[in-house]
């Protein structure tokens, strides 16, 4: 497979276990490396692969709201989605996608945002490169 995730790191932070691993799973299916976050702190762990392609962000995490987590990705200029239950947040940068959506409209979210944004040259260069799992 060689598409446009292909390689692609991407963050989930989602805390429910079940739609974590739907997400995890379709992105899987187009080629991507995922690594997830059920928390706020896992998360703010995760922005900072230097490999980090995109994110999807639950907005409320068991912990808290996702806030930070925005802020820092703002900060890398790394593109992200949220994918949440509350109406538009106004993240500001990021695209929100309300749920439930099915798994094909947040892939192609993604495609579309990461097809539109440019990828910081570590990212790119780190692309074929698996991460170090933490699930």
Known sequence: MNGPLTGRLVLIAEDEP????DMTLAFE???AWV???R?????????????LSVAILDHALSD????????????????????SGYEDLGCG????????????????????LLAHHSVSGAAASQRATPPSPRR
């Open 29 to 31: 299916d187009e080629g």
């Open 64 to 83: 808290g709201d996702s806030s930070k987590v925005y802020a820092r990705l703002k900060e890398r200029n790394i593109p992200f989605v949220t994918y």
């Open 39 to 51: 928390t706020l702190d896992e998360a703010l762990i995760g922005v900072e692969d230097r490999a």
């Open 93 to 112: 940068g990021g695209v929100h996608v309300k749920k439930p959506a099915s798994m094909s409209v947040l892939v192609a979210t993604v495609r579309d």
């Open 18 to 21: 079940l739609i974590a691993l």
């Open 35 to 37: 690594t997830r976050a």
